[in-house]
Nanobody, 124 residues
Framework: QVQLVESGGGLVQAGGSLRLSCAASGRTLSSYAMGWFRQAPGKEREFVAVMIWSGGRTYYADPVKGRFTISRDNAKNTAYLQMNSLKPEDTAVYYC?????????????????WGQGTQVTVSS
């Protein structure tokens, strides 16, 4: 079992920045993928970014490329999502997720462990 606890959401003006954190406990993440997803009201949960813990490969959804950066602190078993140049369309509940890396990192169905979600609101 992996427990994920997120923090760092909030309200920010367009063009601003936020950093989300996802602290993992229960397992070491060496064979895991740690992903970030978001869900806006009335929309499906969508992939944002992922880090393959072993080796540190990262992948990003097109809408956030160049603006968001996923990183990790191995000692703290924590992943981060640095979000810069935020836009109103980035407004959503952001979730971190983890599971053994299977290749389907872009799909919510590829993850069994989820955080509780944190609200990010970007005002125009």
């Amino acid at each position: 079992q992996v427990q994920l606890v997120e923090s760092g959401g909030g309200l920010v003006q367009a063009g601003g920045s936020l950093r989300l954190s996802c602290a993992a406990s229960g397992r070491t993440l060496s064979s895991y993928a740690m992903g970030w997803f978001r869900q806006a009201p009335g929309k499906e949960r969508e992939f944002v970014a992922v880090m393959i813990w072993s080796g540190g490969r990262t992948y990003y959804a097109d809408p956030v490329k160049g603006r968001f950066t996923i990183s990790r602190d191995n000692a703290k078993n924590t992943a981060y999502l640095q979000m810069n140049s935020l836009k109103p369309e980035d407004t959503a509940v952001y979730y971190c997720a983890a599971d053994h890396y299977s290749g389907a990192y872009y799909s919510p169905t590829g993850y069994n462990y989820w955080g509780q979600g944190t609200q990010v609101t970007v005002s125009s």
